[in-house]
Antibody
Framework: QLQLQESGPGLVKPSETLSLTCNVS??????????WVWIRQTPGKGLEWIGG???????YFNPSLKTRITMSIDTSKNQFSLRLDSVTAADTAVYYC?????????????????WGKGATVTVSS | QSVLTQPPSVSAAPGQKITIPCSGS????????VSWYQHLPGTAPKLLIY???KRPSGIPDRFSGSKSGTSATLGITGLQTGDEAVYYC???????????FGGGTKLTVL
């Protein structure tokens, strides 16, 4: 059974970089048809898709965040990572990693079928 | 402000049926498949419906999905107290080239 687990600091200072890693177990991160994504939920608000990475390294980012995002994938360790630069209090959220199934031929089919439990990140000095 | 529009809340009695609408545009729902997620506090969101109306293995047939034009609907029959959660619709936005969600609908089972 595929499982995802987020890890990283729970507290980040304003203007610094948020770094999270998602460890994938019970299956290979190198499978085709899947993107590996990050989604967050800010306090009192809904879900926000941050972006995703394919095993080849191809990425898609949320336009509202793309200038601050770096994603990487390590197939040898079966894990992928998120870096978010220049964080502010608005980046305080629960961050989830997930597997997103994609079929890129219109109509586009995309859905997150496996999720991590989430990591709470607070931006505060 | 979410790209997709959902009512903030719905409520009904146990055993009843509810529907949750999700409204979008031709750039998202109108030309792509819709998925639905159930989010209980403190847990990871769970996929309920994908490709408009398909249920993953293990999701009971009390949950259903449909789509018409630029709107989609989640239906839940035989409501149970355990169904109390926030429900989100999601789809791909062809212009933004990003996944977008509705703002979420909190279901209360009275």
């Amino acid at each position: 059974q595929l499982q995802l687990q987020e890890s990283g600091p729970g507290l980040v200072k304003p203007s610094e970089t948020l770094s999270l890693t998602c460890n994938v177990s019970g299956g290979s991160i190198s499978g085709s048809q899947y993107y590996w994504v990050w989604i967050r939920q800010t306090p009192g608000k809904g879900l926000e898709w941050i972006g995703g990475i394919y095993y080849s390294g191809n990425t898609y980012f949320n336009p509202s965040l793309k200038t601050r995002i770096t994603m990487s994938i390590d197939t040898s360790k079966n894990q992928f990572s998120l870096r978010l630069d220049s964080v502010t209090a608005a980046d305080t959220a629960v961050y989830y990693c997930a597997r997103e199934s994609w079929i890129l031929v219109p109509p586009m089919s995309s859905y997150m079928d496996v999720w991590g439990k989430g990591a709470t990140v607070t931006v505060s000095s | 402000q979410s790209v997709l529009t959902q009512p903030p809340s719905v409520s009904a009695a146990p055993g009843q049926k509810i529907t949750i609408p999700c409204s979008g545009s031709t750039s998202d729902i109108g030309n792509n498949y819709v998925s639905w997620y159930q989010h209980l506090p403190g847990t990871a969101p769970k996929l309920l419906i994908y490709d408009n109306d398909k249920r993953p293995s293990g999701i009971p047939d009390r949950f259903s999905g449909s789509k018409s034009g630029t709107s989609a609907t989640l239906g839940i029959t035989g409501l149970q107290t355990g169904d109390e959660a926030v429900y989100y619709c999601g789809t791909w936005h062809s212009s933004l080239r990003a996944e977008v969600f509705g703002g979420g609908t909190k279901l209360t089972v009275l």
